[in-house]
Structure formats: C-alpha cells, structure tokens
C-alpha cells in the first residue's frame, strides 16, 4: 500500500522553463511534507518543506504547494537549470512523528 | 562537520554471511534512522531510534537488528543475509523534534549473492 505516490518515473525539461513534479498521497494523518532531492551515489538532501496550515511555501526558485482536499501537492522549480537535474522524492509524516513516508522519486532531467 | 558518515561504502556477501552497518552523526541529533533504497521503491525506512537508548521498527525490519550504541552511532546488522536484501542502505538523522528535515549519509550499496 503506496500511501506516498509520484506518478510520474521522470521528467524532462528546457534550461529556463518551469519543472512540475507532483505527489498524492493517501493518509489522511499526514500533516507535514518534504521534498528532498538526490544525486547519483550521493545521500538525499532536504530541499523544501510545507505544513497542512499552509497551502504555499517558497524558498527561492522552489515553491512547494499542497491541496489538502486533493491529497495532492507539487513541486515546481523555476527557472529550471542544469543542476535541477536528479531524482526528487516526495515524503509526508503524521503530526509529532518521526516516522516519514516516501514517494517513489521523479527522475527531473534539465536539459540546456 | 563531517555530518553523517557510513561505513563500508560497498560490500558485497554471500548468503548467510553476517555483517554491520555503521553510522555515526557529529549534530548532536536525537533521532537516527535507518533506510533502504530499491529501484522503483523509494526509500523505505527499516528501523528509528528517536533517542538514545530507544529503537523502533520501520516499514521492513525483518532480517534487521540495530543498535543505538550512543547519542552518535546507529548501527544496522544482518544476521544472515539473503539476496532480497541487496539494496542501498542510508542512515539519517535529525533533531527529533516532530517538523524536522533528516540529514542522510552518503549510502552503502550492499550486494547478496
């Protein structure tokens, strides 16, 4: 049971364009969302984070937006450069926990 | 800062060879944690250590033991490896407050054969 869904295996996208990377997701717990991003034989890096209190945050070419009532939230980056391109995981928890659910990734290519 | 460190970075074994997985964190972290990652699966958490002296299980735990050695050091064994437990395996940690990012080691790709 994938309770953290990212349909979509990968991506591609022009240098300069906007990058759209969306996760759904199933419990209704889940109150808390991360994005991270990962390069090839490198850790997960903590890119972007929303509370279920907001529906927007942003953090320079990164803004993270939720839809409760759709279970649905995405990531858009833009412009879209060269060094966007690695895999994104989507992760949600439930208020006061620790324990964090992963999406499948999103393999983001930026192509220049 | 070092930040968080994983040892070995590749191992191979054979079937129902034994072996640990070592991390260590140098930010004073509360919370460690314990992952493998697989092709079309994401990451799936395996076991946490919210703080010293405690462990819980994950998603997979079995076929895992862990140890919270102290404040810095989580450390993953296998007692008996099977092939369905090659996979890359990171260790993360955080502050342990409810609303905190992980900070993840660079991964240790392990092979069963």
């Known amino acids: 049971d994938q309770q953290v869904k990212q349909n979509s295996p990968s991506l591609s996208v022009q240098e300069g364009r906007i990058s759209i990377l969306n996760c759904d997701y199933t419990?209704?717990?889940?109150?808390?969302f991360l994005w991270y991003k990962k390069y090839p034989a490198e850790g997960p890096t903590f890119l972007i984070s929303?509370?279920?209190?907001?529906d927007k945050n942003e953090d320079g070419r990164f803004t993270v937006f939720l839809n409760k009532s759709a279970k649905h939230l995405s990531l858009h980056i833009v412009p879209s450069q060269p060094g966007d391109s690695a895999v994104y995981f989507c992760?949600?928890?439930?208020?006061?926990?620790?324990?964090?659910?992963f999406g499948t990734g999103t393999k983001l290519q930026v192509i220049p | 800062n070092a930040g968080v460190t994983q040892t070995p970075k590749f191992q191979v074994l054979k079937t129902g060879q034994s072996m640990t997985l070592q991390c260590a964190q140098d930010?004073?972290?509360?919370?460690m944690y314990w992952y493998r990652q697989d092709p079309g699966m994401g990451l799936r958490l395996i076991y946490y250590?919210?703080?010293?002296?405690?462990?819980d299980k994950g998603e997979v735990p079995n076929g895992y033991n862990v140890s919270r050695l102290n404040k810095r050091e989580f450390s993953l064994r296998l007692e008996s490896a099977a092939p369905s437990q090659t996979s890359v395996y990171f260790c993360?940690?955080?502050?342990?407050?409810?609303?905190?990012?992980?900070?993840f080691g660079p991964g240790t790709r392990l092979t069963v054969l």
């Open positions: 930010m004073n972290h509360n919370s």
């Open positions: 993360a940690s955080s502050y342990g407050d409810g609303y905190n990012e992980q900070f």
């Open positions: 419990n209704s717990m889940f109150d808390y």
């Open positions: 250590s919210a703080s010293e002296g405690t462990t």
């Open positions: 929303i509370s279920s209190i907001k």
């Open positions: 992760a949600a928890r439930p208020g006061g926990y620790q324990k964090v659910t």
